[in-house]
């Protein structure tokens, strides 16, 4: 008996969970990284760059929307304002050096909203 497969109208993903014995996540941060996939996962996801002089400079360049620490601070902690500007993203990348300045510029709005900013290294580009 032939079975033939039920064609998906969604894009299929494999989540893949790996777990180690005797290994104190709190402790040792040895396994701490990203890989780039050959082809993008979500092709139509919206991102946004919270940079560095140098990453908001490349941003531009690539036609990506970007905002650098003065940016932030013209916020003022305006709930509203953070609010309407991270709504259209997906996803929100910062430069290392932005990370821990985020929380004290923005106060607590991107992690209410669920879009904490992913870090970037300095040594990355932003494409």
Known sequence: MLTTKKERKFTEAIELQI????????????????IRLPLAPKPNMTVA????????????KDGIPC???????????DKKLIKKWAKP??????SESLMK????LLGNVLVKIGKFPIMMAESETPV
Do not use: W
């Open 49 to 60: 760059i919270i940079g560095s002089a140098a990453h908001c400079m490349q941003a531009q």
């Open 67 to 77: 905002i650098d620490e003065d940016g932030l601070k013209k916020f003022n902690k």
């Open 101 to 104: 300045k985020i929380p004290r």
């Open 89 to 94: 993203f997906d996803c929100l990348i910062a």
């Open 19 to 34: 777990g180690l014995r005797d290994y104190d996540p709190e402790k040792d941060k040895r396994f701490t990284g990203s």
